[in-house]
């Protein structure tokens, strides 16, 4: 009955709400979340990826990487890969924290950004567990919007000073209520890549 459990998706209700919710302190009182503004990183043109970050790495508890990084006149086409040794292992989607995002970046700097995801958010009722050990969970994303003082035409005369990154929330560990102290893990490959 176990193994059968494990080998169809699990719907767990109202997990994504439930990892942000308050909960009591030792002397009864139920401490109050960071104001919105706290909660969201900045991932925006011009600035770097902030920190707490680290490179994924194949020994990782959850693995991701960038298999497809491809540019064109009207954008980059990325895909990210996330995998993990353990069967058992599983991602709650919506993805807790910072969903994958992709960014492309110059000199440590973000030049372009992916349209935002829509629905993401601390607002879904209803997560889906996905057993990414037992079979990788694969997507794709668009950085579609050139930063001022950059184009994708600019990109393609001189794409080695360039480098995609897909960053986002550590998965499978507890979350702190403060966003912006979730460390986020990167998977990063340069353009024209495909594995």
Do not use: N
Not at 16 to 44: H, I, K, N, W
Not at 102 to 128: M, S
Request: proline letters at 10%; aromatic letters at 4%.
């Amino acid at each position: 009955m176990k193994k059968a459990l494990y080998l169809t998706p699990l719907l767990i209700l109202a997990a994504y709400c439930a990892s942000s919710a308050p909960v009591a302190t030792l002397d009864g009182s139920v401490p109050t979340a960071p104001p919105d503004e706290r909660r969201q990183r900045t991932l925006a043109c011009g600035t770097t990826i902030a920190p707490p970050r680290a490179e994924s790495l194949a020994g990782d508890h959850v693995y991701l990487t960038l298999p497809r990084a491809e540019l064109d006149d009207t954008g980059i086409a990325v895909t990210y890969r996330i995998t993990a040794k353990d069967p058992a292992e599983m991602l709650t989607l919506p993805f807790i924290g910072v969903p994958p995002t992709a960014l492309l970046v110059k000199d440590g700097k973000i030049v372009a950004t992916q349209t935002p995801h829509r629905g993401d958010g601390p607002t879904a009722t209803v997560a889906l567990g996905y057993r990414v050990g037992e079979e990788p969970y694969e997507e794709h994303l668009t950085i579609d919007r050139a930063c001022p003082g950059t184009s994708f035409k600019d990109v393609a005369t001189d794409p080695g000073r360039y480098r995609v990154v897909t960053v986002m929330s550590v998965q499978g560990a507890g979350m702190p209520e403060d966003m912006k102290t979730v460390p986020l893990v990167q998977a990063s490959a340069a353009l024209g890549v495909t594995a």
